[in-house]
């Protein structure tokens, strides 16, 4: 926290507000993220009325918050960096601004009406959308072909991720649901809350098993969909104050040493290495980021070793990022992304023909980019309390949607027991290989494949449908939204 109270104290009021209201938005769309995704992981445990709900809200804000806390970075930065390069190094803070409020307003216009009318739709397709609308124009207005507006890799891995997790949670519910019914007999296992006459609840071992994995599911919610708010929140950070949060400012000087060793070794690579990264180079295998006529950065594929001897250079003997001055700061920064950028590629083309080698640049990659790849813990605190006061305010419209209307009879508690065990077990599976997935979308086709699962079961085709509707057309609808807020208000604050 003493680094925001310094970076408080020494800017602008107007700036400060910005800040302020950027940080609100991006916590609303947090809380809406609780709206829909986390009234997800207590549907099933209010629905059969194994837990009263406002306990159920409590256990699941509980678990969120050790969910985000546990859950790394790694989700969080992969948000980042759908962003292209040529934006995350850009330093003119009007167009930051304008990027961040478009993206911004545009998730949460779309999350906050699709959860009105009881829609589990993405949170994660409208902030990804609402990325790729932004980078598109950004790029577009700059002088960029369409091709390098948008982090392309980045974003087919997190697409990849959305489209298969789904697939994977209906799958697995599927599956387990058959072997349940084969090995697991009993009838007060597969009754409905609405079969139940004198009992309003399952028994006692089905009611555990509906809540401990209810909990289970808030905490690889936490772990995953936590992160993206983290990741929101680190741009507008990086955005807005970049003199203090570009990097790590809390890094202890060991931590810099190792940053500035793994700059000088990747810079010694090069140099060793010169003539086949040449010959790479001018077979255009590997590309700059940004086309070098733009004004807007420089990442010149061309200045490589200048680069991250650059970066070795100014943290040489360093106790304290605090020690550079503001410009060297962000050209640190800069710096360890230009050359990230080109390393990451390295690694990717030496992996079939050498691992060694890209064990060895992926293990440097990793040490460098502790400097600006990091998370204050009041911003995953602050994450934390948002995605549980949402499930608080919001999950009663999304509870009915997930208990009745996908199935084609209300749900039964082993149903709803082995929906969110799978769903569980799929997001945190994701969140290892550091995927972004949405938690809406893995519960909803867990449970459509436990109903699908049972004889005579089935899934209402008419709920079914506006919902893969509603998946369909958040990407592009969101993108081309804040696209359009984008521009507009790139005419009203910068253009003019």
């Not at 194994?50 to 969080?76: C, D, H, L, Q, R």
């Not at 009611?207 to 507008?236: E, P, Y």
């Not at 360890?336 to 890209?358: A, H, P, R, W």
Request: aromatic share 10%.
């Amino acid at each position: 926290m003493s680094v925001i109270w310094e970076a408080l104290n020494n800017v602008n009021s107007i700036t400060i507000a910005l800040l302020l209201l950027s940080l609100a938005i991006a916590l609303f769309y947090e809380m809406i993220n609780g709206f829909h995704d986390t009234a997800n992981a207590v549907a099933m445990i209010i629905y059969t009325n194994s837990m009263k709900a406002e306990y159920s809200v409590i256990m699941s804000g509980i678990m969120n918050f050790f969910g985000v806390i546990m859950g790394g970075i790694g989700v969080a930065y992969v948000i980042v960096h759908l962003l292209p390069l040529d934006i995350m190094v850009a330093s003119n803070q009007n167009a930051t601004l304008v990027m961040i409020y478009s993206l911004l307003i545009s998730a949460v216009i779309w999350n906050f009406g699709t959860w009105y009318f009881g829609l589990p739709v993405s949170s994660s397709h409208s902030l990804i959308g609402s990325l790729i609308g932004v980078s598109a124009v950004f790029g577009v207005m700059n002088g960029f072909e369409f091709s390098q507006s948008v982090n392309w890799k980045a974003l087919y891995g997190v697409l990849t991720a959305l489209a298969l997790s789904p697939i994977l949670g209906f799958g697995f519910a599927f599956l387990l649901m058959k072997a349940t019914r084969k090995f697991i007999h009993g009838t007060k296992f597969y009754k409905t809350p609405d079969s139940e006459v004198k009992r309003k609840r399952p028994n006692f071992w089905m009611r555990m098993g509906i809540i401990a994995t209810g909990a289970g599911v808030s905490f690889a919610h936490g772990s995953n969909d936590g992160q993206k708010g983290i990741g929101l929140i680190m741009i507008i950070l990086i955005g807005i104050l970049p003199t203090y949060y570009a990097l790590n400012m809390d890094s202890h000087q060991y931590k810099i040493q190792q940053t500035r060793d793994s700059a000088e070794n990747l810079a010694k690579f090069y140099a060793e290495n010169n003539e086949t990264l040449n010959k790479l180079v001018n077979e255009k295998h590997l590309i700059s980021a940004l086309k070098t006529k733009n004004t807007i950065a420089e990442c010149n594929v061309n200045q490589v070793y200048d680069t991250t001897s650059l970066i070795a250079t100014k943290l040489n003997g360093l106790k304290s990022y605090s020690e550079l001055s503001s410009q060297d700061r962000w050209s640190v920064h800069t710096a360890i992304l230009c050359s990230d950028n080109f390393f990451g590629q390295v690694e990717k083309t030496y992996l079939l023909t050498d691992k060694d080698k890209s064990d060895y640049i992926a293990i440097q990659r990793k040490t460098m980019l502790s400097a600006t790849e990091y998370v204050p813990n009041w911003v995953i605190i602050a994450v934390a309390l948002a995605l549980s006061i949402g499930t608080m305010i919001g999950y009663k419209r999304i509870v009915l949607t997930i208990g009745e209307k996908i199935g084609s009879q209300p749900i039964s508690y082993m149903q709803g027991t082995v929906a969110q065990a799978m769903a569980m077990m799929t997001i945190l599976l994701a969140n290892f290989a550091h995927a972004p997935v949405s938690t809406t979308h893995i519960v909803s086709s867990a449970v459509a494949g436990s109903m699908v699962a049972e004889p005579g079961g089935g899934v209402q085709k008419s709920t079914v449908n506006t919902i893969l509707l509603s998946w369909l057309f958040t990407l592009p609808v969101t993108a081309l939204l804040s696209s359009a807020i984008y521009y507009c208000l790139n005419f009203i604050f910068i253009a003019k």
